[in-house]
């Protein structure tokens, strides 16, 4: 370990004035070695991209044709205050590794070569590891195998940057396990990404699976898909701005839904649909410029942004083994818990030298206590920039920022109007002090934290 990693270290440890770590207790009837009898769950996670809270129907979306996640719903745990990063990549850093950027992300499109993540967890505990979907995190060809994943099928893992980036779409442009693949003759970018996992789940039905499926859909460009009027399986483009039409973002949507519906069916087929964790979420907000319907009003897509539509996702978890079907869940829950969660369901110890930020919700899964998150944390700045990042921390209603401004979201979503702590109640006011005190400790390791980031970024 680098001497500026222990620093870092060090003063986080001693900086521990709220207690924020996850608590993840092995089950050891859960840990057998891999065989057919293993009682390990397999986990499949989902993560759609630029799908925000408002495009599920079983959260009340009217917008968008969702039958296949809005099943999951019904048959699963759904959660209503669940918050992403505003944006992809800084969300898939503080997905993978448990961690708030403000500890350990560099730059957009990147991926920390030190980072430990989720996968590595999974594979040493004797999983077989796959992540297929949209990468954007650097490292190469060799870059899924360095953290953590035994097998890939990915777009924009090598072709990234302006001018490199390969279709995603009709006839895409995807790198599989090493090896740089153009797909001509119709294929569409998702249903091949989401055949290959079907693959995998066929071929890993003796041995507990980790496959994470950070999905190319419904992001931008918005042009039509295999079951769209328009869909044309002779192109190769990735459409202009100019040509993107709404409608198609709805089919979009609508596509999103088929391929998981496809997975949980493929599946169910294997026989190991009772003991899959499947974990469905958003990786920030809709795109800024959509307008979606959601309980009877308009919700304008908040990508890029930290006001509420950039950072509300939706959440589902469906596990037939242990979760029971229909409950819906108001715990807050960001993107920092997954690590944790999954590892508690699977009897995992996390390292305690990797001192991740994320709570495990698994005891909310099997139907105990709700997760004892009291707030989100919130670090962002799109390229890394470390002093001109945005810092807030909030509940599921009061939002404070470091410049001072505190937000009622639920009666104010788009932050148009502060209010003052003269006007709050006495169980706001507690609230408030909660969230100054959160604030003040993350913004003391920040402030620790960005010599070493800013090194490592080469300023």
Known sequence: MKPTTLLCTFMLSALAVIAIGCATQPDDSAAADPAETDPRPNVLFIMADDMGYECLGANGGTSYDTPRLDALAANGLRFTNAHAQPICTPSRVQLMTGIYNNRNYLRFGQLDPEANT?????????????????????????????????????????????????????????????????????????????????????????????????????????????????????????????????????????????????????????????????????????????????????????????????????????????????????SLVDLSDFLPTLADAAGIDVPAGWEVNGISFAEELRGGAPSSRTYIYCWYQRNGVRETASQHVRTAQLKLYADGRLFNTLEDPDETTPIGTATLNAEDRATYAMLSDALGHHTTITEACDPIQNEKRGE
């Not at 995603?168 to 996992?197: A, F, H, K």
Request: negative net charge.
């Open 118 to 330: 989720f996968a590595h967890l999974f594979r040493d505990a004797g999983y077989a590891t796959v992540i297929a979907g949209k990468w954007q995190l650097g490292g190469g060809l060799g870059a899924p195998d360095h953290f953590g994943f035994d097998e890939y099928c990915l777009w924009q893992l090598t072709r990234a940057g302006p001018g490199k980036i390969a279709p995603r779409y009709p006839n895409p442009g995807l790198e599989v396990n090493g090896e740089v693949v153009d797909y001509t003759g119709g294929t569409y970018g998702p249903d091949i990404v989401s055949d290959y996992l079907c693959g995998f789940f066929e071929r890993h039905t003796d041995q507990p699976f980790f496959a994470y499926y950070p999905m190319i859909l419904p992001h931008f460009p918005f042009q039509p898909t295999p079951d769209s009027d328009a869909w044309d399986p002779t192109e190769s483009r990735e459409y202009p701005r100019r040509e993107w039409r709404d409608a198609w973002f709805a089919d979009m949507v609508a596509y999103t839904d088929h391929v998981v519906g496809k997975l949980v069916d493929q599946l169910d087929e294997l026989g190991l649909l009772e003991n899959t964790i499947i974990v469905f979420v958003g990786d920030n907000g809709t795109y800024f410029n959509l307008t979606s319907q959601l309980n009877g009003r308009d919700v304008v897509g908040g990508k890029g942004k930290t006001i509420d539509t950039g950072t509300h996702v939706p959440l589902v978890v469906h596990w037939p083994a242990a979760v029971e079907p229909g409950r819906v869940s108001e």
